[in-house]
């Protein structure tokens, strides 16, 4: 008890002698939060722990997250998806160069779509088992191969789903050991191939306008509605573990740690070959969309313009969460660019960066882990949302 | 001095009327079972008992294994007979002692699911034993298989009282740092989420409300056992008791905590009020209350002195234990060491992140280890942000990886004979944001489980 005491007036003595400095210092601290109550006009440097909110409006939140995120980047998944399935349609019709191209360059598209709902892991993603179906990789092409050879498959049987979704459609249209003139030909030749090529687009189609039909017609009104505590089984707990645990295991492990070789047991021997869009050669991209859909999504900013509003972000600032002297948002954000900021500074194919230029992609990692305390830690003990899974006494 | 020595002896001795234990008896039962038929209703005991492929035991209690499905159900079943036994007074001292026995063991299974109101409902199973509370209003007396008693020495009462008391008064002086008191830590937290509220929501906005709970709280919890023994206070105290434990069963997932405080402390209310229930009961099944035997008291003054002894001794225990921090050095939150047994209910909001290396001493390479091959969601989180248990899950992977041969992806093998275990742990305590938590190099495979101070704990320096 004694210790806390001395603990306390320590702490006075230090708050007092913190105003008496910044009162004298020349450029003025305070609160550069635009969404604080206090908010100062003549601020230079952000002091945002200084903020204070007033009642933070948790439905509003909800709602702006469902209808300015969720709903458009779901509906644009579904509209790439179905603009995807049209290309294959008409390169299968008739397979060209000019085809093949378009077909790529809507893949390309679709699976950056993809990228800013991945995260998105509960709900109807979670019931339509959504990650596992559109992107695992690595992918087994021995299944493909045979898929296609024998012409009869299943392609909802969960034993197919490393056969199928953007990282077999990379593997069809970068086809290993083919050019472009090539690879027409074969699907010229081949019209196994381009009914798989057909049954895949329309596979990740039909997931895409299913997940979406759920949002926009049932689950949407749930989520904006349930007005739990953050307790297990609210929006709020749902969309947090959904996001920390996509992060962890999608991301941050199946984006970099495996190819990396992190966690490849003792001797952590990279695997390049694991990383996304092997054969196509370009991963950043697709990470990087990942990446700033996480920061677009924690911030509330709507999907489609740079809007800022009520996000999770506000949320941590209303309860006032703070890491170091930062807000946690801030801790956040800025963790969420320096992530950026690593990736921008290596170079694609990603499988070749892994070999030739480790350390880079080391230091990437090692900000991507970073982000995982911050997530899993600090921002589910801030929202609140305890994630229990029996009775607790808070201890 | 003869003063006290009378008060305690009129205290220890004196003859009371037997109604309020056998109303206690007779609820506890009912009760008990109903809280164990809930937990079974959830599917906790699969998921706590059957699943789990490693359980965290307590130190000196590693013998204490969960049984298979059939077995950890019978064990269920004859948990929840030894309930409704209870409740019917019918074999009492057989039943009170198979119910301590059975509730213990699975609480000591896997200290992951350590709750404070199960520690209080295994002692006052422990307690039952002793108690002559099947004397009246039960089965073993319309069976006679025991005499029937009117009065009992009042310590009988009071000991269940003084637990009550106990439970109440350390979780109030728990309360009394400077977290809770002067910065309303963990609640201005935790209320803010419960702005949705009925009624009440639209005050948690305001830090004032968390502070008001705070020390709302922790006065109501000093004081709660005195007002209830008074008998000017005991029935706006009593209210204040529904209030306060129905308040928090409404904000938090704390499960059947609430109700069996609100039914346990009925104790302390008068004889008459408990000899009503009696009656009331008596009517509805019917059964007629046939001549009382007056209880002989006891005479013999060595068998006095030894119950005296006993008792004083339990009291002691019980006051030793929640202090026995004080021992450690450290910031009790961040270290958790003497922190359980000790009533220390929703004081702190703490999460943890962490990661295991096993490391093969002879190249030094390491392995990140998945937790959830080896633990639950709910193991892994709790043994997150507790020391004791990031200990013993890093012995267990010392023994599951000790004298092996890994073969590599590569095809390399790799022996390991005496492996090295690091962690690297990142704990936030009341959102202060998420810090080391252990030495990220301190080899846990050659550290000592035991009651000794941890000194690999990192400081906490929020």
Redesign the interface.
């Known amino acids: 008890?004694r210790e806390?005491?001395i603990?306390?007036q320590l702490k006075q003595i230090a708050v007092l002698t913190a105003i008496l400095f910044f009162s004298f210092s020349c450029r003025k601290r305070g609160c550069m939060d635009p969404n604080a109550l206090n908010t100062d006009p003549n601020a230079e440097i952000a002091d945002n722990s200084s903020c204070s909110y007033?009642?933070?409006d948790?439905p509003e939140m909800l709602s702006n997250v469902c209808d300015n995120y969720i709903l458009p980047a779901y509906q644009e998944f579904n509209n790439k998806n179905i603009a995807l399935h049209q290309e294959a349609l008409s390169f299968s019709t008739n397979p060209s160069l000019e085809g093949l191209t378009a077909v790529k360059s809507s893949w390309v598209a679709a699976l950056i779509s993809w990228q800013k709902v991945s995260f998105l892991d509960f709900g109807p993603a979670d019931y339509y088992t959504l990650k596992n179906q559109v992107n695992i990789y690595p992918i087994d092409t021995n299944t493909i191969q045979n898929n296609i050879s024998f012409g009869t498959y299943d392609l909802n049987l969960a034993s197919n789903n490393d056969a199928k979704g953007y990282q077999a459609l990379d593997f069809l249209l970068h086809l290993p050991g083919t050019n472009e003139e090539n690879l027409v030909d074969y699907f010229n030749n081949n019209t196994n191939a381009t009914s798989y090529l057909l049954d895949l687009t329309e596979n990740l189609m039909l997931l895409s306008q299913n997940v979406y039909d759920e949002w926009v017609n049932v689950y949407c009104s749930n989520f904006k509605s349930n007005?739990?505590?953050?307790?297990?089984g609210s929006p709020i707990s749902n969309v947090v573990n959904g996001l920390c645990s996509y992060y962890e295991t999608y991301i941050r492990k199946g984006k970099f740690g495996l190819p990396l070789g992190?966690?490849?047991?003792?001797?952590?021997?990279e695997?390049p070959h694991l990383v996304e869009c092997y054969y196509y050669g370009q991963s950043l991209p697709f990470a990087k969309a990942a990446i700033e859909g996480m920061s677009d999504f924690i911030n509330g900013v709507h999907f489609d313009t740079p809007e800022n509003r009520l996000g999770l972000d506000d949320y941590m600032d209303?309860?006032?969460?703070?890491?170091?002297s930062n807000t946690?948002s801030t801790?956040i954000n800025n963790q969420l660019e320096t992530i950026i900021t690593k990736i921008d500074a290596l170079n694609d194919p990603l499988s070749n960066e892994i070999l030739t230029n480790k350390p880079s992609v080391e230091d990437a990692y090692t900000e991507l882990q970073k982000l995982?305390?911050?997530l899993?830690?600090?921002m589910?003990?801030?929202?609140?949302v305890?994630?229990?899974?029996?009775?607790?006494?808070?201890? | 001095m003869m003063a006290i020595r009378k008060w305690l002896v009129n205290l220890t001795f004196s003859e009371k009327s037997i109604a309020p234990l056998v109303v206690f008896r007779v609820l506890f039962g009912i009760m008990m079972m109903l809280s164990t038929l809930r937990f079974i209703s959830k599917g906790?005991v699969e998921?706590?008992y059957i699943q789990p492929t490693y359980f965290f035991t307590y130190l000196g209690f590693d013998w204490v294994k969960p049984f298979d499905v059939m077995g950890m159900y019978i064990l269920f079943s004859v948990l929840i007979a030894s309930c409704v036994f209870i409740s019917l007074g019918f074999l009492y001292r057989i039943s009170t002692v198979v119910f301590f026995i059975c509730f213990t063991y699975i609480e000591l299974i896997d200290k992951t699911?350590y709750?404070?109101?199960y520690y209080f409902i295994s002692l006052v199973g422990f307690l039952l034993i002793f108690l002559p509370a099947n004397k009246s209003f039960s089965l073993d007396t319309y069976f006679k298989f025991t005499s029937k008693k009117k009065y009992v020495p009042a310590w009988t009462l009071h000991i269940i009282m003084f637990q009550l008391a106990v439970v109440y008064v350390f979780a109030g002086i728990a309360k009394?740092?400077?977290h809770w008191l002067?910065e309303a830590q963990?609640l201005?937290?935790?209320l803010?989420?419960?702005?949705?509220?009925p009624v009440i929501g639209?005050l948690m906005?305001f830090e004032f409300t968390a502070y008001l709970f705070s020390w709302g709280g922790a006065l109501f919890d000093l004081t709660i056992p005195f007002l209830l023994l008074n008998s000017r206070f005991r029935i706006p105290g009593y209210l204040l008791v529904v209030l306060f434990h129905g308040l928090t069963a409404v904000?938090?997932?704390?499960?059947?905590?609430p109700y069996v405080m609100i039914i346990s402390t009925l104790i302390f209310f008068p004889e008459s009020f408990h000899e009503k229930i009696i009656r009331s009961l008596r009517i509805l099944f019917k059964t007629k209350n046939k001549k009382e035997v007056s209880s002989t008291p006891i005479k013999e003054g060595n068998k006095k002195n030894i119950q005296a002894s006993l008792i004083a001794l339990y009291i002691v225990v019980q006051m030793f234990v929640p202090m026995r921090y004080l021992l450690y050095d450290g910031d009790l939150f961040w270290t958790e060491q003497g922190?359980r047994f000790s009533w220390?209910?929703?004081?702190?909001?703490?999460?943890?992140?962490a990661q295991f290396f096993?490391h093969?001493p002879t190249?030094d390479?390491?392995?990140?280890i998945?937790n959830r091959t080896y633990l639950?969601?709910?193991q892994e989180?709790m043994m997150a942000t507790q020391p004791d248990m990031i200990l013993q899950f890093a012995h267990h992977l010392r023994d599951t990886f000790k004298d092996t041969i890994?073969i590599?992806?590569?095809g390399?093998k790799?022996k390991i004979s005496e492996p090295k275990i690091t962690a690297e742990v990142?704990?936030?305590l009341f959102?202060?944001?998420?810090r080391l938590f252990i030495d990220s190099d301190v080899n846990l495979s050659k550290i000592h489980r035991g009651f000794h101070d941890k000194d690999w704990i990192l400081k906490n320096e929020n």
């Open positions: 008890m806390k005491v603990g306390f007033g009642e933070f948790k007005n739990n505590s953050n307790a297990q992190v966690f490849n047991s003792f001797t952590q021997e695997m209303f309860v006032g969460a703070t890491h170091g946690l801790a995982v305390p911050y899993k830690v600090d589910t003990s801030a929202l609140g305890l994630i229990t899974y029996q009775d607790n006494d808070g201890d | 906790w998921e706590l699911n709750l404070n109101h009394l740092n400077y002067f963990p201005i937290n935790w803010k989420h419960q702005t949705d509220l639209p906005k904000m938090f997932p704390i499960g059947v905590f922190y220390r209910v929703m004081l702190i909001e703490k999460v943890g992140y096993v093969d190249t390479n390491k392995k990140l998945n639950t969601p709910q989180k890994i590599e992806n590569n390399q790799i990142y704990v936030s959102n202060k944001g998420s």
